[in-house]
């Protein structure tokens, strides 16, 4: 006759006992210690209860270090979560306040922009932009003179702005053939008098060459 398999349902408890004794023993949480030997050797009803008693105290044992470490993290969180809010308000003050210098330093530079390093420059500029011949003619002029005075304080030696033109190195001095052709126009301007006709297109592109002239020794 076939021998009939049950299920032994002691030995899966004491083993599923066992199992979470040893996870406790490795938490360091003691339980009350009827080993699983002396519970099968009792027998009967006492083995039983002992077996539930015994997985009773681990249930509430396990109850509890979960609740713990629920509690723990929950804990953790709220803590993360001030400490990101904290750090936003920071990031937030600190963009602000960046922002705001940033829209300062261009506001002084546009202000530093709209101020002419050179006010006889703004004047010549001035007269250039105007529709009579005359003023033009004037923003010549008055652009020689600074060209004139420029030389001077470079150190270049003469009596005027030719002769500086001629003392200068053309080394240290890359914009000396623009001076010299800016100059050639004022001569033309000063010995034709009205009698030179001077186009609205000559008399800015002269104006540019002294422009070109004045920068490279940061003069306007």
Do not use: C
Request: proline residues 1%; charged residues 20%.
């Amino acid at each position: 006759m076939d021998q009939v398999h049950f299920l032994n349902l002691e030995y899966l408890l004491l083993r599923a006992y066992d199992i979470f004794y040893a996870i406790l023993a490795w938490l360091g949480i003691s339980i009350p210690a009827d080993g699983a030997s002396s519970t099968i050797a009792n027998g009967g009803e006492a083995a039983h209860t002992g077996i539930f008693s015994n997985v009773g105290a681990l249930f509430t044992s396990t109850t509890g270090v979960i609740a713990l470490i629920g509690m723990t993290v929950a804990v953790a969180l709220v803590v993360l979560a001030i400490w990101v809010r904290v750090r936003l308000l920071v990031v937030e003050h600190e963009g602000y306040h960046g922002h705001e210098a940033h829209e300062h330093a261009q506001i002084e530079a546009h202000a530093a922009e709209a101020v002419p390093k050179n006010a006889q420059w703004d004047r010549v500029f001035v007269l250039a932009a105007s529709g009579n011949e005359s003023d033009w003619r004037r923003a010549i002029l008055e652009a020689d003179i600074m060209l004139g005075d420029m030389l001077k304080s470079l150190g270049y030696r003469g009596d005027s702005v030719g002769e500086r033109l001629r003392d200068a190195n053309p080394l240290q001095f890359t914009t000396l053939d623009l001076a010299w052709k800016a100059h050639k126009v004022r001569n033309d301007i000063a010995h034709g008098g009205e009698g030179y006709h001077l186009s609205q297109r000559e008399a800015n592109a002269t104006i540019d060459l002294y422009r070109r002239v004045f920068e490279e020794f940061h003069y306007i």
